[in-house]
C-alpha cells in the first residue's frame, strides 16, 4: 500500500528526493513520516508530516537539511534529502498513521517495502 522509490547512491553534499505512493483509502486523514535503519543499528524515525500537510517534525540530525511535504490529490509523500552525508546511509521507510502520536512512535498501520539510499564520502 506504500511504494517507496527515488533511493540510490550519491556522494556527499548531493542531494535526493524519495517518494512514496500511498494507496491507502484513507490517505487524506492519515499523518505521514519517513523512518530509516541503517546497517547494525535500530530502525529510527527521520520526519513526518500530519495529515493536512501544515505540520512537520524531523529528527534533530537531519533538521535544515531534510524536508517533507505531502500530496494529497495525488496520494504521494516526498523526503528532499539536501546535504546528505554518509551517516545518512540507510534503507529509508514510508510509514502512516491516523494517529500522530503513534506515528511517532513509529508503531504504524501502514509501511512500505523501503529504499535503499548510500552516501559515500
Known amino acids: 500500500q506504500l511504494v517507496e522509490s527515488g533511493g540510490g547512491l550519491v556522494q556527499a553534499g548531493d542531494s535526493l528526493r524519495l517518494s512514496c505512493a500511498a494507496s491507502i483509502h484513507t490517505f487524506t486523514d492519515c499523518n505521514m513520516g519517513w523512518f530509516r535503519q541503517a546497517p547494525g543499528k535500530e530502525r529510527e524515525f527521520v520526519a513526518a508530516i500530519d495529515w493536512s500537510g501544515t505540520s512537520d517534525y524531523y529528527e534533530a540530525s537531519v533538521k535544515g537539511r531534510f524536508f517533507i511535504s505531502r500530496d494529497n490529490d495525488n496520494y504521494m509523500v516526498y523526503l528532499q534529502m539536501n546535504n546528505v552525508k554518509p551517516e545518512d546511509t540507510a534503507i529509508y521507510y514510508c510509514?502512516?498513521?491516523?494517529?500522530?502520536?503513534?506515528?511517532?512512535?513509529?508503531?504504524?498501520?501502514?509501511w512500505g517495502q523501503g529504499t535503499q539510499v548510500t552516501v559515500s564520502s
Open positions: 510509514e502512516g498513521d491516523s494517529n500522530w502520536g503513534r506515528l511517532l512512535a513509529g508503531l504504524n498501520a501502514y
